[in-house]
């Protein structure tokens, strides 16, 4: 069972565009939502999160956006540059759960062209 | 400030060999440690979780097994591997609340 689906698979965006990759999760008891940003050959680090008491956050380029009751989220990237070309994943964690790790959806191979 | 070392950076095995990735945590102690496994297309599956030494718990059933002899290092081994075992495996820790897991830097495993 996929408890995070997110899309698109892949996307090509011009630099300077707004790029914007959506998750879903089914688990209402979810409560923390964080996306992931990898690099080929490398582990994904984390590049923003947010948790259901708010509705966005902002940090620079990157807003992600929450929507509790349609149980969504997105991440959008402002003025997309080449250097945003990566390997997205979005997650999701029940914090108050056992000790078992994020959910991850199965990630949006983002292209930024010049 | 905490850091993660994940070892080696690449590994090609035959089949029926055994493995043992290793991973080590420094700058923080009983850390929440995992591993995932990464195939194209299908995200980040996590293969064991581990809250404390000898504390091992499994997602997916399979020919891998984990094993956590000190509290800040983490061993994923199989006795005979499988084609199927090929993929990009990744070590990561977190603090007790379990947000903000950090990963390692992979191993590419190619089963031959």
């Known amino acids: 069972q996929q408890q995070v689906k997110q899309s698109p698979q892949s996307l090509i965006v011009q630099k300077g565009g707004i790029s914007i990759i959506n998750c879903a999760y089914e688990?209402?008891?979810?409560?923390?939502f964080p996306w992931y940003q990898q690099f080929p050959g490398k582990g994904p680090a984390l590049l923003i999160a947010?948790?259901?008491?708010?509705s966005e956050k902002k940090e620079g380029r990157f807003t992600i956006s929450f929507n509790k009751s349609a149980k969504q989220f997105s991440l959008h990237i402002m003025d997309s540059q080449p250097g945003d070309s990566a390997t997205y994943f979005c997650a999701a964690l029940y914090s108050g759960g056992g000790a078992d790790g994020l959910t991850f959806g199965k990630g949006t191979h983002l292209i930024i062209q010049p | 400030s905490q850091t993660i070392h994940q070892w080696p950076a690449t590994l090609v095995q035959p089949v029926g060999s055994p493995l043992s990735l290793e991973c080590t945590v420094e700058?923080?102690?009983?850390?929440?440690l995992y591993w995932y496994r990464q195939a194209a297309g299908r995200g980040l599956q996590l293969l064991f979780y581990?809250?404390?030494?000898?504390?091992i718990s499994s997602e997916v059933p399979q020919n891998l097994s984990a094993s956590r002899p000190q509290d800040r290092q983490f061993i994923l081994s199989s006795k005979k591997l499988l084609l199927s075992d090929s993929g990009f495996y990744l070590c990561a820790w977190s603090g007790p609340y379990r947000d903000r897991c950090t990963f390692g830097s992979g191993t590419r495993l190619t089963v031959v």
């Open positions: 947010i948790r259901p008491d708010v």
């Open positions: 581990s809250v404390g030494i000898g504390q």
């Open positions: 688990n209402t008891a979810f409560d923390y």
């Open positions: 700058g923080t102690s009983n850390p929440n």
